[in-house]
């Protein structure tokens, strides 16, 4: 069986007006080409019908730049999201994400919106089933009203219904096994509904293994950002050094040259006799300094 493929087909169908003059016919050759129960597919057109004539009405009335508004949900949306998921489920689809993409395409409606709507009713749904199941009634009979008296003390006795239980052994290990125990008991708890709370359950887990995928991709986005703040810090510090090595260095400079200045300075204002005595030092002190500046050079005297 294939629901889906056929619901897509008629939907296109519909669209594009080409069923046909005989609506029964086009219904039935679609349901023995998907392999489709007889009439399981007169429902879904019905709806299908009605809610393109409302899309195309609602279309005409629209503004022209056509801006994306949120549409209200009508009584045949949410019956047809309804049924629609639960023959998926029983045709064995189990994805309920799959199922209300699904369904979003088939009603031209936002995945967003069809996820919200769906989540919101099945909520309400469970309170008020809740609510019924914590209102209790009690109802007292006379005497003569019961059926049976006892006229001897009854002992302990087993109760009637049967408890799966397991028992703590070496070999608990059986999932399935645990699994089935679990089912049994559940199925014999009063007011639980067994399906309903299974489908929680996956629903849940679907919602939590996405909520990991999303909590591993920031964990890795964040390790990606750290990583390259340190390398950009390791890179500011080695700029640091250099800087405060090269200032260092020009430093040092400045002092040589400045003192080689004072020294030029004061022998200009020397006369020539005195330049010429002290012309043997002089010539000891610049070589001095020149070879402060990492230049080996030598000048005999």
Known sequence: MSLKSA??????????????????????NLETKNRLRNGSLVFYYNN??????NSSEYANHSLVDSKKVNRKWIKIEIEFM????????????LNITEILEEVAQLLNRGYQSVNYKYYSLIKSKDK????????????TI??????????EVIGDTLLA??????????????????????????QQLPGINLNELLR???????????????????????SEVNLEKEAIREQLMKKEQ?????????????????????????????????????????NQRLNYIIDSFGLVLRVSS
Not at 128 to 137: G, I, T, V
Not at 162 to 181: F, K, M, R, Y
């Open 7 to 28: 619901l897509f087909e008629m939907k296109e169908a519909i669209m594009n007006q080409e069923v046909g003059p005989s609506e029964q016919d086009y219904i039935h």
């Open 48 to 53: 299908l019908l009605m809610l393109t004539m």
């Open 82 to 93: 309804f049924h629609y998921i639960k023959e998926r489920q029983e045709e064995g689809a």
């Open 128 to 139: 008020k089933e809740a609510a019924n199941q914590n209102s209790y009634q009690f109802i």
């Open 142 to 151: 006379t005497e003569k009203d019961v059926p049976v008296l006892s006229t």
């Open 161 to 186: 219904t049967q408890v799966n239980q397991v028992a703590p052994t070496q070999d608990n290990d059986d999932l399935l096994d645990i699994l089935s125990g679990l089912i049994s008991n559940v």
């Open 200 to 222: 929680s359950l996956f629903q849940l887990t679907n919602l939590a293994l996405q909520n990991q995928d999303a909590v591993q991709q920031i964990e890795s986005m964040k």
């Open 242 to 282: 250099q800087f405060i090595q090269e200032k260092k260095r020009n430093d040092e400079l400045q002092l040589e040259v400045s003192k080689l200045a004072k020294e030029i300075s004061a022998f200009n204002l020397l006369g020539d006799a005195a330049k010429i005595q002290q012309l043997k030092s002089y």
